[in-house]
Structures are given as structure tokens and as C-alpha cells.
């Protein structure tokens, strides 16, 4: 074997390589950041309530909850976000396990002062709501949040204070 050989030898080997190293790369980058989805937007979202008396008037005290629990920024939307009050009434005469019915009582604009949640970062909101005497068993939160077109919700019953 001449020093010509060897030499083209050399060069189809190192190409060789690099296309099966350049292979094994976006295999790695596909797994990563597609099937991994380390790099995906997530979001998670909470609501709660608590209601609590004073001065002979009923307060309920809202905590709305984001947080990115993924490494990218996700941009919120503030149209088509918001938090819903809903009141559950008691059913008469039920005979089987039913649902309870929901009266829409407000909704409000959420977030409004952030445009988008950083990595790893949590948003927390508190309202405080005064109740005029309204007759519900429980109350239910509705919270949804809209993020680079995708809706994220969630929903919580509230105890009410004493019988209504």
C-alpha cells in the first residue's frame, strides 16, 4: 500500500465519522428536545379561596397560582383569561346523587400587571372579595389561563361560613 492509498484511506474514514457523529448528534438533539420535551412550555395553575368573618360580614380570600415549571418562557395572553366566582345552590328533593347547579357571580381580569412567566418562576395574586348574604352552600373558582394559544384551567369548591 502506497503513501496515496493510505491517504485516501485516511479521508473516506474520517468522513465516515463525521457523518455517523453528525447522525448520533440529532439523534441525541431529537430525543432531547422533542421526545424529552425539556424545552417545552409548562405550566401549572392553582386557585384557591378561604372565607372568613369579620365585622358581621363574610370575606373571601382568592389565591390565584402560576408557576413555569419548564426551562423556556411562556408568554401569557391576557384575552380569554380570567377567574370566575360561581355560587353552588342546594338541591331540593334529591332522590340519587345529582350535581349541583353554578350561578355565575363575577369574573375578573388575572395577571395583568405580567406579560409572561420566566423559567422556573411562580406568580401568586390574592384578591379579597366581600359577600353580600348570598344563599349557596359552597362557592366554586374557576381559574383560566391562556398561554401562546393553549388554555390552562382549573377549578376549586369553596367552603361556605355557617348555614345558609
Do not use: C
Request: aromatic share 6%; glycine share 8%.
Amino acid at each position: 500500500m502506497d503513501l496515496e492509498t493510505a491517504s485516501e484511506i485516511s479521508t473516506i474514514a474520517q468522513q465516515i465519522v463525521a457523518i455517523v457523529g453528525i447522525g448520533a448528534a440529532g439523534i441525541w438533539a431529537y430525543y432531547r428536545f422533542v421526545k424529552g420535551r425539556k424545552y417545552a412550555p409548562r405550566l401549572t395553575i392553582g386557585v384557591s379561596g378561604t372565607t372568613i368573618a369579620r365585622a358581621g360580614s363574610t370575606f373571601l380570600v382568592i389565591t390565584v397560582k402560576v408557576q413555569n415549571v419548564g426551562t423556556s418562557r411562556i408568554d401569557l395572553a391576557q384575552k380569554g383569561s380570567g377567574l370566575e366566582l360561581s355560587g353552588l345552590s342546594k338541591l331540593e328533593d334529591v332522590e340519587e346523587a345529582e350535581s349541583v347547579p353554578a350561578r355565575q357571580l363575577a369574573t375578573w381580569d388575572i395577571l395583568e400587571s405580567h406579560k409572561w412567566v420566566e423559567p422556573l418562576e411562580t406568580i401568586e395574586e390574592q384578591r379579597l372579595i366581600q359577600l353580600e348574604e348570598i344563599p349557596f352552600v359552597a362557592l366554586q373558582l374557576w381559574l383560566r389561563v391562556v398561554t401562546n394559544g393553549t388554555a390552562v384551567e382549573t377549578t376549586q369548591i369553596v367552603e361556605m361560613l355557617g348555614e345558609p
